[in-house]
């Protein structure tokens, strides 16, 4: 176990944990945090199992965790590690399960005090709209050929289904297409797990939410990204679903044999991986991506949705409904990504478990209207909490592999959060505080409760304070969809 002896602070919110403190870590780990945040990661595996990630082939200057760090399978949620892209190794464990699960911002040009003679109606229209709940199949039925095209094409393939402006693929990572993704890769199982479920939420700690911009930090930055004080906006929070699960599923088990193949000796048979280059890192890699573009392609079509909700409640009443994407992020992903290391361009692959990419201005992948300001990084709270827009910076680039936090981070287990609160007693304070709730399960409502998260304004202020996101705006929520 670790102690607070072993953890050492390099910095105003930098602690480190030096590689001579466990067995085998070929690398540093490192943690952006407060003390707060060091405390509660004490009181689970989660700096355990940083540690074992730093012991992973060809992992590169240090393993990483951002402030929103908690125990999960294999890597913590909240990990980052970079391996070098010829001699290291893919961890599916390094991406998760729901892969490609991410946040989408929309905005519209709307007050919040013009929506809110219409709100129990917005939320009840967006939760019709919006199918959510476990194992729930959506609007759409696909034949196992129309999978595949998803697989392939992503939000292209919303888009030449009339179900995307060409404006929303340039708002969103990777333009909605990872482009290596091969259907071939992906199992039938998964596959036909994944055939009713575009367009759907799902449920965990995925959510729609309508949002007011509670407040600005940098001006000129919100009105590039066009934020302003009082507007209504929307988030969609969601992955792959059962596909991606599926196909995390299917690699871990195929992993077993790859890692006796290669003699691979591993502190945790959770930490399951490959080597980069081996034809079973790239078939993992292919797969991985095929389940980002179908997430992508999901987040597409549940814009769509939303913006129908609007439309049916908004349209003749309030000008300006119409909803814009911001940004789409991912935050379960691994990636093969140049970055500068010691003075050389090497390429690696960038492990993001539960954190985001918080790219620089100038990055060539910013959209090229947020060249100059950098990639937009959106940090969602919990229900009845704020919620953050950042952008990336160049301390990132330099410091954190150009990764940033991707929520609040779970300072208690669902079971743990039912204990403390009933899911019909959270629905009524919310809505007694002024947030309209629409759930299809009272229980799930109760593990997503905003005592189960850690305090995201602290968690933020580490990440803003340590330069590799800076604060552009703080949203908070007025009506909420789980599943």
Same mark, same amino acid.
């Given at each position: 176990?670790?102690?607070?002896?072993?953890?050492?602070?390099?910095?105003?919110?930098?602690?480190?944990?030096?590689?001579?403190?466990?067995?085998?870590?070929?690398?540093?780990?490192?943690?952006?945090?407060? %003390?707060?945040?060091?405390?509660?990661?004490?009181?689970?595996?989660?700096?355990?199992?940083? *540690?074992?990630?730093?012991?992973?082939?060809?992992? $590169?200057?240090?393993?990483?965790?951002?402030?929103?760090? /908690?125990?999960?399978?294999?890597?913590? *949620?909240?990990?980052?590690?970079?391996?070098?892209?010829?001699?290291?190794?893919?961890? @599916?464990?390094?991406?998760?399960?729901?892969?490609?699960?991410?946040?989408?911002? +929309?905005?519209?040009?709307?007050?919040?005090?013009? &929506?809110?003679?219409?709100?129990?109606?917005?939320?009840?229209?967006?939760?019709?709209?919006?199918?959510?709940?476990?194992?729930?199949?959506?609007?759409?039925?696909?034949?196992?050929?129309? &999978?595949?095209?998803?697989?392939?094409?992503?939000?292209?393939?919303?888009?030449?289904?009339?179900?995307?402006?060409?404006?929303?693929?340039?708002?969103?990572?990777?333009?909605?297409?990872?482009?290596?993704?091969?259907?071939?890769?992906?199992?039938?199982?998964?596959?036909?797990?994944?055939?009713?479920?575009?367009?759907?939420?799902?449920?965990?700690?995925?959510?729609?939410?309508? !949002?007011?911009?509670?407040?600005?930090?940098?001006?000129?930055?919100? =009105?590039?990204?066009?934020?302003? @004080?009082? =507007?209504?906006? $929307?988030?969609?929070?969601?992955?792959?679903?059962?596909?991606?699960?599926?196909?995390?599923? !299917?690699?871990?088990?195929?992993?077993?044999?790859?890692?006796?193949?290669?003699? $691979?000796?591993?502190?945790?048979?959770?930490?399951?991986?490959?080597?980069?280059?081996?034809?079973?890192?790239?078939?993992?890699?292919?797969?991985?991506?095929?389940?980002?573009?179908?997430?992508?392609?999901?987040?597409?079509?549940?814009?769509?949705?939303?913006?129908?909700?609007?439309?049916?409640?908004?349209?003749?009443?309030?000008?300006?409904?119409?909803?814009? +994407?911001?940004? !789409?992020?991912?935050?379960?992903?691994?990636? +093969?990504?140049?970055?500068?290391?010691?003075? =050389?361009?090497?390429?690696?692959?960038?492990?993001?478990?539960?954190?985001?990419?918080?790219?620089?201005?100038?990055?060539?992948?910013?959209?090229?209207?947020?060249?100059?300001?950098?990639?937009?990084? +959106?940090?969602?709270?919990?229900? #009845?909490?704020?919620?953050?827009?950042?952008? #990336?910076?160049?301390?990132?680039?330099?410091?954190?592999?150009?990764?940033?936090?991707?929520?609040?981070?779970?300072?208690?287990?669902?079971?743990?959060?039912?204990?403390?609160?009933?899911?019909?007693?959270?629905? =009524?304070?919310?809505?007694?505080?002024?947030?309209?709730?629409?759930?299809?399960?009272?229980?799930?409502?109760?593990? %997503?409760? @905003?005592?189960?998260?850690?305090?995201?304004?602290?968690?933020?202020?580490?990440? /803003?304070?340590?330069?590799?996101?800076?604060?552009?705006?703080?949203?908070?929520?007025?009506?909420?969809?789980?599943?």
């Amino acid at each position: 176990m670790v102690s607070r002896q072993n953890i050492r602070q390099i910095g105003a919110y930098l602690y480190e944990i030096d590689a001579s403190c466990g067995p085998d870590m070929r690398v540093p780990a490192r943690i952006y945090a407060d %003390e707060s945040i060091i405390d509660a990661a004490l009181h689970d595996r989660s700096l355990e199992q940083l *540690i074992n990630t730093a012991t992973l082939p060809g992992s $590169l200057c240090y393993a990483l965790a951002m402030p929103d760090i /908690h125990q999960g399978y294999g890597f913590p *949620i909240g990990g980052v590690l970079a391996t070098d892209a010829r001699t290291g190794v893919v961890s @599916p464990g390094g991406v998760g399960f729901d892969i490609n699960c991410g946040v989408r911002l +929309l905005a519209s040009e709307m007050e919040a005090d013009e &929506v809110q003679p219409y709100l129990s109606q917005l939320a009840t229209s967006l939760y019709q709209h919006i199918p959510s709940g476990v194992g729930v199949g959506g609007f759409l039925k696909l034949s196992t050929a129309e &999978v595949d095209e998803v697989l392939a094409r992503g939000a292209r393939w919303a888009l030449d289904k009339g179900m995307a402006l060409p404006a929303d693929l340039a708002h969103t990572e990777e333009l909605g297409r990872m482009a290596s993704a091969r259907a071939d890769k992906v199992s039938g199982r998964a596959k036909q797990r994944g055939r009713d479920q575009v367009g759907t939420l799902g449920a965990g700690n995925h959510f729609a939410e309508i !949002d007011i911009v509670d407040e600005i930090f940098d001006d000129t930055i919100a =009105q590039v990204l066009g934020l302003f @004080p009082g =507007q209504v906006v $929307l988030q969609i929070h969601c992955g792959s679903r059962g596909l991606g699960h599926q196909v995390c599923t !299917d690699y871990v088990q195929a992993f077993q044999g790859a890692v006796k193949k290669y003699g $691979l000796t591993l502190p945790d048979r959770q930490l399951v991986c490959a080597p980069v280059a081996s034809p079973a890192g790239q078939d993992y890699l292919a797969a991985m991506a095929a389940a980002a573009n179908y997430a992508w392609a999901n987040r597409q079509v549940l814009t769509h949705q939303a913006r129908q909700a609007f439309a049916q409640v908004l349209a003749g009443h309030v000008r300006g409904y119409e909803l814009r +994407l911001v940004y !789409d992020i991912a935050h379960n992903m691994a990636k +093969l990504e140049t970055h500068t290391i010691e003075g =050389q361009s090497v390429q690696v692959c960038v492990h993001r478990k539960g954190a985001t990419r918080a790219f620089a201005p100038g990055h060539p992948a910013v959209p090229a209207d947020y060249a100059h300001v950098g990639q937009p990084v +959106l940090v969602p709270g919990s229900m #009845g909490t704020a919620s953050y827009v950042l952008v #990336g910076t160049a301390g990132a680039m330099r410091h954190s592999f150009g990764s940033s936090c991707h929520g609040a981070g779970r300072r208690l287990s669902r079971k743990a959060a039912k204990r403390q609160i009933r899911g019909q007693e959270l629905k =009524q304070r919310l809505q007694q505080s002024g947030i309209e709730v629409r759930t299809s399960s009272l229980r799930g409502l109760a593990e %997503e409760a @905003p005592m189960a998260y850690k305090d995201v304004n602290s968690v933020v202020e580490v990440v /803003h304070n340590a330069n590799i996101a800076r604060k552009v705006a703080r949203l908070r929520p007025l009506a909420v969809v789980k599943g």
